[in-house]
């Protein structure tokens, strides 16, 4: 099979693939800049409103955030595989690569639906922040303002995990396509390796949100 294009700043191809290898970590580090504030302010709440914490907490969908955990857990042992497809090499490789991608993106699109299902809902309960949020059990104005906090915190972080999650499907549905073509034309088989490690970061994230958000505060008082 045909390599990749060598691009003429680099010596040979495994400078090229380190490089790629190391941009994709640094960007991936420098994302931590977007949720390291968000999981701060948590903190911060927590540790000064835990009551009002385990209150909002017990108003998420432990379910439906349990159920979304699997389906993403899943899609990730799917990148996986398609990284080990592709690395087989050949045409039949690329293909099978192509196959999980699909399947990777559509466990994607399934978690976007069932969080798009759970933020109707918390909407429809007027748990959104702003003049309408009006939990039921947020007797006292303190309660009332820690458990808005909450939701503050919770909208932004999982909003902007969905944001990463729908790029990584989309990143997913473009390398589907272009695996089709082999190298020089198409990329080559660290493409996929690189998309795995941007899919793999956001799984990591959503596997430090669900507790915080659906279990850790749960029992609060």
């Known amino acids: 099979m045909n390599a990749p294009v060598l691009e003429p700043q680099f010596r040979d191809h495994a400078q090229q693939d380190f490089a790629r290898s190391l941009g994709m970590w640094v960007f991936l580090s420098s994302e931590l800049l977007f949720f390291g504030p968000l999981l701060l302010g948590y903190l911060y709440l927590r540790m000064h409103h835990p ?3 385990g209150m909002a907490s017990r108003h998420t969908d432990m379910l439906l955030g349990t159920v979304n955990t699997a389906v993403l857990l899943t899609s990730s ?5 398609a990284g080990h ?7 039949e490789g690329r293909r099978r690569a192509a196959r999980l991608l699909a399947l990777t993106a559509l466990l994607g699109v399934v978690f976007l639906a ?36 909450f939701f ?9 995990h969905a944001l990463h999650l729908f790029i990584g499907v989309s990143a997913c549905v473009w ?9 020089p034309r198409g990329p080559g088989d660290e493409a996929v390796e690189l998309v795995g490690l941007y899919w793999h970061f956001v799984d990591v994230v959503w596997i430090v949100l669900y507790p915080l958000l659906y279990l850790t505060a749960r029992s609060g008082g």
């Open 85 to 91: 497809a592709a690395q087989g090499g050949g045409t």
């Open 77 to 81: 042992f799917c990148m996986a595989l």
């Open 51 to 53: 009551g009002a914490t």
């Open 152 to 160: 503050l915190l919770y909208f932004a972080a999982t909003g902007l």
């Open 175 to 183: 390398l589907m396509v272009v695996l089709r073509k082999a190298p």
């Open 114 to 149: 069932i969080k798009g299902y759970e933020w109707h809902q918390e909407f429809d309960e007027h748990l959104f922040p702003g003049t309408g949020f009006h939990p039921s059990d947020a007797r006292t104005p303190t309660a009332l303002y820690g458990m808005e906090l």
